[in-house]
């Protein structure tokens, strides 16, 4: 198949499994690195329509099954990693880290201090509506600005996205490259104390040396005494695992971790059918155990490995 010409970088069955924090994953059909918001709207604008495209982060929150991704990854890089700060608003390229985004903000004053411990993105932040902590992007997003699949630039509002826990309603096949967030002024001082502060929670209770995908499986909502469903009263993934006996299980290279049982790792050779099939597993034994079925906080996409 013949893509349309680029300025940046557009390789063949590219390997993904380095672009991944749990490292596994097989080939996308092609992987294209756009140098800026003209390169990647033009090839979108050109790319036959019936070609699928899946944007893709710094893989901080993905599983790609072993045989890999039938589509056109698109990664953005340094061409869309500028933090800017104006009065309380911090604009951010989508490739620019979550935890920098956060201390550039707090140097200049604003707080945006929940970034700090996501792991990830901003594009990924955004479309994940990524919290901490109890705050949410919802809560200081302002716009964000994409690029269509038809090649069109595009500016998101609140509404666009329709926040909620942990999703939004990005369109398939759209990327987002930039977002503005508000923030409260705070002392940069205090800010900073702030972050080093979430940054020790962090560290004392999530595996942050072993390789994971941040938190595998979302907290479902709590019931009522009356048994109806009940957002305030949220039910935490990790205690569902413990009562499931599930804290430290295995499945070939993959665990779920020791130190926090609502993260999966890969603990040495893991295959992503490994991964997959664990969490599978896990939420089986909750079923049984609770009658609550938990539901996929990491993204999984791809085709399982040949036969």
Known sequence: MKLPEVRGTLTADRPLADLTWLRVGGPADWLFQPVDTEDLSQFLAALDPAVPVF?????SNLIVRDGGIRAVVIRLGRGFNAITVEGNRVTAGA?????????????????????RTIPGAIGG??????????????????SAKAVARDGRVVTLTAEDLNFRYRQTDVPDGMVIIEATFEGERGDPAALEARMAEQLARRDASQPTKERSAGSTFRNPAGFSSTGREDDTHELKAWKLIDDAGMRGARLGGAQMSEKHSNFLINAGGATAADLEGLGEEVRKRVLQNSGISLEWEIMRVGEPAAD
């Open 55 to 59: 944007p893709m982060g710094v893989g």
């Open 95 to 115: 490739a620019a880290l979550d935890a920098h985004v956060a201390r550039r903000a707090a140097e200049a004053g604003v707080d945006l201090t929940f970034l």
């Open 125 to 142: 932040a955004v479309r994940m509506n990524a919290g901490c902590y109890g705050t949410y992007v919802a809560d200081h997003f302002v």
